[in-house]
Nanobody
Framework: VQLVESGGGLAQPGGSLRLSCAAS????????IDWYRQATGKEREWVAA????????GYAGSVKGRFTISRDNARSTASLQMNNLEPEDTAVYFC?????????WGRGTQVTVSS
């Protein structure tokens, strides 16, 4: 079982990044997907979620209107499009797959927003 995040890096305030989460070793379409983030010295916080069928999404208030979560079950991937980035978005971003039996986490990808 693997979840591998990619797409992180350095962005300027107001810029954009697109994170990807590639899954393998399990039936991706059976799992809800969440994105979390953890800034240095802070607790991990929930960012966004999408249901297993992709029909419903949810966002933390701090990112609503700027971030968009999506998934492609045929490719076993999920994405987080991040627009209008702010320095406060700097964190390690994690992908999580979960259902009522199992939860899997990726190792994260660093996002740094700085001028």
């Amino acid at each position: 079982v693997q979840l591998v995040e990619s797409g992180g890096g350095l962005a300027q305030p107001g810029g954009s990044l697109r994170l990807s989460c590639a899954a393998s070793g399990f039936t991706f379409s059976w799992y809800h997907i969440d994105w979390y983030r953890q800034a240095t010295g802070k607790e991990r916080e929930w960012v966004a979620a999408i249901t297993s069928d992709g029909e419903s999404t949810g966002y933390a208030g701090s990112v609503k209107g700027r971030f968009t979560i999506s998934r492609d079950n045929a490719r076993s991937t999920a994405s987080l499009q991040m627009n209008n980035l702010e320095p406060e978005d700097t964190a390690v971003y994690f992908c999580r797959a979960s259902n009522n039996r199992y939860t899997y986490w990726g190792r994260g990808t660093q996002v740094t927003v700085s001028s």
